[in-house]
């Protein structure tokens, strides 16, 4: 990235400023001043849905005029809005709910914003991943945000993989049809570890959901989930670590790199480096015990 500075609100900048403006996750008090200010003064909003901000206008009577910005017309609406903001105009830019870009469109027109030397302004205000967070009980910091799991089992499969090392508290995003399946892949391969799940956040039907991820599971088997999902999950332990490290323990050497090009999704070769390195073995041991075993 070229170094250079942005000084937001300076008087000598005559190009339009491109303002990422927090829109409530539920209840719509939870919207700032300075953000209903922003969005009555900015040239045009841009917005995921123009139907879900329309109503949040309405609402608040901004009469700002509305450009769809969403993930299947970022290219040409992005093209649309750059040229916008060269023309001197400001651009407003929201998603349905929460923080734009945080699992929602905006990452890439800030990205070419900036590549274009335009500047980029945040407003604070609201975050699903934030209010749960403070609310679960599990350990505050340092937390990792992840988002949304892939909606792929093998690779939501991998990714858990990945995060069952951490030792941070970790914030995950799931919609309710896909909460159970979720669930159970989590009770597999991360164990029984305490989470939170949070839904209709700031909402009349808010709900926190407190337990060990088998219970919780079977807390929701037997009820029906509505609304968007936000969970909290506790970082691997110490103790847990140990565990892991030596996981393979009871496995002869070939049975060691067969569950690893199975958990992995990877090469015999790629498969005998990782053992290699485990069992702190030479790779040609290794590589001798699964090709003639």
């Known amino acids: 990235m070229d170094l250079w500075q942005q000084k937001s609100f300076s008087d000598s900048y005559s190009q339009g400023r491109l303002y990422l403006i927090p829109t409530p996750i539920g209840n719509l008090e939870d919207i700032t001043y300075r953000s209903l200010r922003m ?6 909003i841009a917005a995921e849905d123009t139907r879900n901000t329309k109503k949040l206008c309405n609402y608040f009577e901004i009469t700002t005029p509305l ?34 870009s945080i699992s929602d469109p905006g990452y890439e027109i800030v990205v070419e914003a900036l590549q274009e030397k335009l500047y980029v302004v945040p407003l604070p205000g609201a975050n ?9 009980g599990v350990v505050s910091q340092p937390f990792y945000f992840y988002g949304f799991l892939d909606r792929q089992k093998k690779e939501k499969k991998k990714e858990l993989e990945r995060l069952k090392k951490f ?6 995003y799931e919609s309710p049809h896909r909460l159970k399946d979720t669930l159970s892949l989590m009770h597999e391969i991360l164990g029984d570890r305490s989470i939170v799940v949070s839904r209709e956040l700031t909402k009349k039907f808010e709900e926190f959901t407190r ?12 009820q029906g989930i509505k ?16 565990e892991e490290s030596t996981w393979w323990k009871d496995l002869t050497v070939l049975e060691h790199v067969q569950q690893v090009m199975e958990s992995e999704d990877c ?17 040609r041991e290794v590589y001798q015990a699964f090709h003639v075993e």
């Open 39 to 44: 969005l009555k003064e900015v040239a045009f």
């Open 128 to 136: 699903a991943a934030l209010t749960a967070l403070i609310a679960s």
């Open 67 to 100: 450009i769809s910005y969403h993930e299947h017309n970022k290219e040409q609406s992005g093209r649309k809005i750059i040229d916008l903001l060269k023309d001197g105009k400001d651009i407003g830019l929201v998603s349905d709910a929460g923080m734009p």
């Open 267 to 283: 090469s015999s070769k790629e498969a005998i480096k990782l053992v290699s390195k485990e069992r702190n073995l030479p790779k």
């Open 211 to 222: 337990g060990n991820i088998s219970d919780v599971l079977a807390l929701y088997e037997e």
């Open 167 to 172: 030792t941070d508290t970790f914030i995950l």
């Open 227 to 242: 609304g968007e999902c936000c969970i909290i999950i506790e970082g691997n332990s110490s103790e847990e670590q140990e």
